[in-house]
């Protein structure tokens, strides 16, 4: 299996725009959208993934144009991590350094730490894990995109490569990225190259 994974396109939220719970693409994000579609236009592919966030569905959908004929799921199962009541936060930009805090005054490890209406991040984690024992499962020869988030991108790769969950704090990854991973059919990673986005740089280049 080939596995594609986009993080979406830049949102209000991570522009620190206002926005809802839900946020829209930022107008960076929309032009990001727009170019991370041409990575696509040479790559075959056998079955997409889409999170069903407004972030994720509309940075595919500059991409759908150059994957005509490829089967799509939207998937709840690919949201991004959630941080129940600190989802919405200080003027709807999210407030991690609420959940931070919350789990320092409850005594909790961070990653344990599961907030009113939302998940810990182990249980992301965990989460990740099971998406992936699924696509091993269903497409053990096929190249296959996954459009979702940076938590969920970042501890799907954890998981892939067999990393702990206290890895991810050591990189991040981009808006409008995409990681690439190889993987045999008993599911060992032959190479990955993580947070490639040489195709935005490229495509301004053009412009």
Same mark, same amino acid.
């Given at each position: /299996?080939?596995?594609?994974?986009?993080?979406? !396109?830049?949102?209000?939220?991570?522009?620190?725009?206002?926005?809802?719970?839900?946020?829209?693409?930022?107008?960076?994000?929309?032009?990001?959208?727009?170019? $991370?579609?041409?990575?696509?236009?040479?790559?075959?592919? @056998?079955?997409?993934?889409?999170?069903?966030?407004?972030?994720? +569905?509309?940075?595919?959908?500059?991409?759908?144009?150059?994957?005509?004929?490829?089967?799509?799921?939207?998937?709840?199962?690919?949201?991004?991590?959630?941080?129940?009541?600190?989802?919405?936060?200080?003027?709807?930009?999210?407030?991690?350094? =609420?959940?931070?805090?919350?789990?320092? +005054? !409850?005594?909790?490890?961070?990653? &344990?730490?599961?907030?009113?209406? =939302?998940?810990?991040?182990?249980?992301?984690?965990?989460?990740?894990? @099971?998406?992936?024992?699924?696509?091993?499962?269903?497409?053990? +020869?096929?190249?296959?995109?996954?459009?979702?988030?940076?938590?969920?991108? /970042?501890?799907?790769?954890?998981?892939?490569? =067999?990393?702990?969950?206290?890895?991810?704090?050591?990189?991040? $990854?981009?808006? !409008?990225?995409?990681?690439? &991973?190889?993987?045999?059919? @008993?599911?060992?990673?032959?190479?990955?190259?993580?947070?490639?986005?040489?195709?935005?740089?490229?495509?301004? /280049?053009?412009?």
């Amino acid at each position: /299996m080939k596995l594609y994974l986009v993080r979406h !396109a830049q949102s209000k939220r991570n522009a620190r725009q206002e926005s809802g719970e839900d946020p829209e693409l930022s107008e960076v994000g929309e032009e990001q959208a727009k170019r $991370l579609g041409s990575y696509f236009n040479k790559v075959e592919l @056998d079955k997409i993934y889409c999170s069903t966030l407004k972030r994720a +569905k509309t940075t595919f959908e500059r991409i759908k144009p150059f994957v005509k004929g490829v089967s799509v799921s939207y998937s709840k199962k690919i949201v991004e991590h959630k941080i129940g009541i600190y989802e919405i936060g200080i003027k709807n930009k999210g407030d991690w350094k =609420g959940y931070a805090e919350a789990a320092k +005054k !409850a005594g909790v490890p961070f990653h &344990l730490f599961k907030p009113k209406y =939302g998940d810990s991040l182990l249980e992301t984690y965990k989460r990740t894990g @099971d998406f992936y024992t699924e696509l091993l499962k269903k497409h053990k +020869k096929d190249n296959v995109l996954v459009v979702g988030h940076g938590i969920f991108n /970042m501890f799907l790769i954890l998981n892939i490569l =067999g990393l702990d969950l206290s890895e991810g704090q050591y990189y991040q $990854l981009s808006n !409008a990225s995409v990681s690439t &991973l190889n993987i045999d059919k @008993d599911g060992e990673v032959k190479d990955f190259h993580i947070n490639d986005y040489n195709h935005l740089i490229r495509e301004g /280049m053009k412009k």
